[in-house]
């Protein structure tokens, strides 16, 4: 999804920073010990194509991620708008 059309912003930012955020964050591979893959990909296939499949370690990968992402972009602009704030601008 393009952007462009998003006034510049806090929304525009997550839907630009946040999916390639989470395409590579990597999680392990339940039953490989040391083996990781991207967190969506264990996700997919743990929940999809295992019988006795453990998605809840990829799934909480995501999600802190998610969250984590989340509080930085707020930080981040908050951070930005007090700048711009005390420049008067």
């Known amino acids: 999804m393009l952007t462009r059309s998003l006034p510049a912003g806090l929304p525009r930012?997550?839907?630009r920073w946040l999916?390639?955020?989470l395409l590579?964050?990597?999680a392990a591979v339940p039953g490989h010990d040391g083996a990781?893959?991207?967190a969506f990909v264990v996700l997919a296939f743990e929940w999809l194509f295992q019988a006795d499949?453990?998605?809840l370690g990829a799934l909480?990968?995501?999600?802190v991620t998610a969250a984590l992402g989340?509080?930085?972009l707020?930080?981040?602009?908050r951070r930005l708008a007090t700048r711009v704030a005390k420049r008067g601008g």
Do not use: E, S, T
Request: net charge positive; hydrophobic share 60%.
């Open 60 to 63: 909480r990968v995501l999600l």
């Open 13 to 15: 930012a997550i839907l």
């Open 36 to 38: 990781y893959a991207p």
């Open 53 to 55: 499949g453990r998605p």
């Open 70 to 72: 989340l509080l930085a």
């Open 19 to 21: 999916p390639p955020l």
């Open 74 to 77: 707020l930080g981040i602009y």
């Open 24 to 26: 590579v964050v990597p």
